[in-house]
């Protein structure tokens, strides 16, 4: 997989890194209503999510996923890249560990 730019320093308005060490980065994730972010990639990594979630991604190839968590849901996810979209008039927030091989 080509990796596409860091969510943090492509959108540090909505991930901002609260830890980081040689084997993990832990960030905070946080969208208002409606917002959303531009192509950007993920490790491996853990999700937390905080509040409930209902969002959209689109892939690199145009297509789409809606997705939906619940608060105090946890969740792994593979490597990928993604525009995410809050689709909640709801903010959004989860904490995501990404893992470092």
Do not use: C, W
Not at 91 to 98: N, S
Request: aromatic share 8%.
């Amino acid at each position: 997989m080509t990796m596409t730019p860091d969510p943090t320093k492509v959108d540090a308005r909505h991930y901002q890194v609260e830890f980081e060490n040689d084997r993990i980065r832990v960030l905070r994730v946080k969208y208002g209503p409606g917002e959303k972010s531009s192509m950007h990639a993920h490790p491996d990594s853990v999700h937390v999510y905080l509040t409930d979630v209902k969002g959209r991604f689109t892939y690199p190839n145009g297509k789409t996923e809606e997705v939906t968590a619940k608060a105090g849901h946890t969740m792994y996810r593979g490597a990928f890249e993604h525009s995410p979209q809050n689709l909640s008039d709801k903010a959004i927030e989860l904490i995501q560990i990404e893992l470092k091989h």
